[in-house]
């Protein structure tokens, strides 16, 4: 390892992500971290005073990140809401295994440590208010798009955790099935 090579926070923040994917929290320590690097501690020590600090950098990442795609997904700019909701559901069918590691991973955090609770919930009322307006600009009264949102996301983060090899022959079926349920053409009367 170079003593003089640094990295920028982002490339901490980057590295420390990829080591949450791949085996949760636990697995995001400074020297692991370093030696994935390729440089020495000073260098993480240059941009965070401890762990607790990269790993409070890491929640406020992985929240602002999700906060803004979440918006920008579900912005109501003319497109039709209907596509809008089977567009975004698309993005949960399995294509970005990273992501779903991540988000699965702070979940598991989540359980644990009351800091990283505390924003799950900030990100799940996010997610849940977006996706909810995107139904009731289908019509649906406030409940009802409310209660569409939750299952929206309980069905695209469930498939993640339900995914198995008998199952993936029929995983698109089961998407489009589930699909066409949580969202309707039109709103009920």
């Not at 941009?47 to 997904?73: C, M, N, P, V």
């Not at 995107?134 to 209660?147: K, N, R, S, T």
Request: charged share 25%.
């Amino acid at each position: 390892m170079e003593a003089t090579k640094t990295k920028t926070r982002d490339s901490w923040l980057t590295a420390a992500f990829s080591a949450m994917a791949e085996g949760g929290v636990d697995q995001v320590r400074i020297e692991l971290l370093a030696k994935t690097l390729k440089v020495t501690k000073g260098s993480f020590y240059w941009h965070f005073r401890d762990r607790t600090e990269l790993l409070d950098a890491l929640l406020d990442s992985w929240k602002q990140g999700r906060i803004a795609a979440i918006k920008e997904q579900t912005r109501l700019d003319g497109r039709e809401p209907t596509k809008q909701l089977h567009d975004l559901l698309a993005l949960y069918n399995g294509s970005n295994p990273r992501g779903m590691a991540i988000e699965l991973a702070v979940r598991d955090w989540a359980r644990r440590a009351p800091e990283a609770e505390g924003i799950i919930a900030e990100v799940d009322r996010e997610r849940l208010r977006c996706v909810g307006d995107l139904f009731a600009a289908l019509g649906l009264p406030p409940d009802q798009a409310f209660a569409r949102a939750y299952l929206f996301y309980a069905f695209a983060f469930g498939q993640g955790l339900l995914a198995s090899n008998s199952a993936a022959e029929r995983a698109e079926t089961v998407r489009t099935i589930c699909g066409a349920v949580l969202v309707p053409e039109k709103a009920a009367p």
